[in-house]
């Protein structure tokens, strides 16, 4: 029986609908997991205006009774209804894609699971409101640049809490050490690396031969073969993610296209943004905006737009990550082991003033501090992480195993993995803070400036410099 709504009591009536979609929740009309009616259904079922429904359905999000997924719909968080079900399941958080199948085919049969899958878009506001509503999971899957930021705040618990024989002997001695370093907080590891990623530059082998080039290994290389791709008739030669649209995609690329020439943007004790290579940097890409060979429309492409344009012969070159490789075949129409046919992965070009590095990201394996069972959690990111784990995550989905003996499995299997993971050795991480994500979004909007001509790039660079300091409260180092 479906429960009404009665216009004329007190209550507002988002909240005698949330009342009715809880209690519909646990009487079981929609199981754990199931799909709620959509918000045009609600609105014909209890006869109200689509205002209420939404402010329901958002409510219900953020105290984590929903879950709420961009053009799929509005889902009932097992965590909500199960969390008192089993005393010995383990409550787990992914983003959306491989990492489901990925935990039940490696975690051990005896560990029983309980996965949540968000959007990533969305993961970390789903982490913060769990843990503000005492329901964190015990493990979850989150991108490595919230490392500082969560346990700052107290979210992580320090791996060798848990297990220091299994730090000092697999941990400290046999994962790559530049992200060692980036999942360490005051000096304690609170996360492991689940899997890495390396920025650098995607193109197209029948666009470069068309016009008779090769990858590019410098900016005034990139440059040249930019021109004559757009001499061939290409309309955006080289594309990446260039505004706040795409989110830390643009700022992971900027990030990178700076360290292509020597800039880090913080140190330990300074922000060292403000610097001539940095001018440098951003006076490139005004270059190839204004020579018409990357349009100044990025900033307000999504993420993975400009993989696309490459995948449909839009572009002869596009600025991302190695983690884009299965969206690039899937864009193109290919299957995975088609892609090195058409598609190449090379390090960015370097700059006048850098050297040959590159950034590096990925996802990481965190416990939380509110888990249930956080021994369990650890055993299962320990068996999540082992050398064969890791060996077939890496097989599966293309991405940089995080252990060396790993990597070493793996490299002789795949050209692609062979290259990356040697980027990887020569990888800086992004900025450790825990203001990162303000840090971010004064990357992205320097960038926009720039790309849009509002800015010149030594202004651009003196605002982000002064803004960052004014976020982390470093001081500016010229």
Known sequence: MTLSIDPSQPIPIYAQLKT??????????????????????????YGISRTPVTHALSQLAEEGVVLRHRRRGTFVN???????????????????????????????????????????????????????????????????????????????????????AWVAADYEHDFVDSLVQAN?????????????????????????????????????????????????????????????????????????????????????????????????????????????LLAPEVVGYDWDRPIRQLAQGHAGFCIGGSYEGPALATAAGIANDQLPERFGFARLPTGPSGPAVTLAGGMVHGIFRQAAHPELAMRALEELTSTASLAQMSRQTGQIPSRRSAIALVRPESDFLGQTSEMLDRAIVRPATPAYPRLSAQLQAMLESVLLG?????????????????????????
């Open 78 to 164: 097992p965590h909500w209804v199960q969390r008192n079900a089993s005393a010995r399941e383990l409550r787990v958080v992914v983003p959306e894609g491989p990492w489901t199948a990925l935990l039940r085919a490696l975690v051990p049969s005896d560990i029983a699971l309980n996965i949540v899958a968000v959007d990533l878009t969305e993961l970390h506001q789903y982490l913060v409101h769990a843990v503000a509503a005492g329901q964190a999971p015990d493990l979850a899957v989150l991108d490595s640049v919230w490392v500082p930021e969560f346990a700052a705040a107290g979210f992580l618990r320090p791996l060798d809490e848990l297990d220091p």
């Open 20 to 45: 009715i979609l809880v209690a519909d929740i646990l009487r079981g009309r929609y199981s754990p997991g199931a799909q709620l009616p959509t918000e045009h259904e609600l609105c014909a079922i």
């Open 454 to 478: 509002r800015v010149e790039p030594a202004e651009a660079v003196k605002n982000a410099a002064e803004m960052i300091s004014a976020i982390t409260g470093l001081p500016v180092q010229r």
């Open 184 to 292: 360490r907080y005051a000096g304690r590891p609170v996360a492991a690396q689940a899997e890495a990623d390396v920025a650098g530059m995607w193109f197209s082998r029948d666009a470069l031969g068309s016009v008779g080039t090769d990858v590019p290994q410098t900016w005034d290389e990139l440059a040249s073969a930019c021109l004559l791709l757009a001499k061939a008739g290409y309309s955006t030669p080289v594309v990446l993610p260039g505004g706040s649209r795409a989110g830390e995609a643009a700022s992971y690329c900027l990030l990178a296209l700076l360290a292509s020439n020597g800039v880090a943007v913080l140190s330990s004790v300074a922000v060292t943004l403000d610097a001539p290579a940095a001018r440098e940097c951003l006076s490139f890409v005004r270059d190839l905006t204004s020579n018409g």
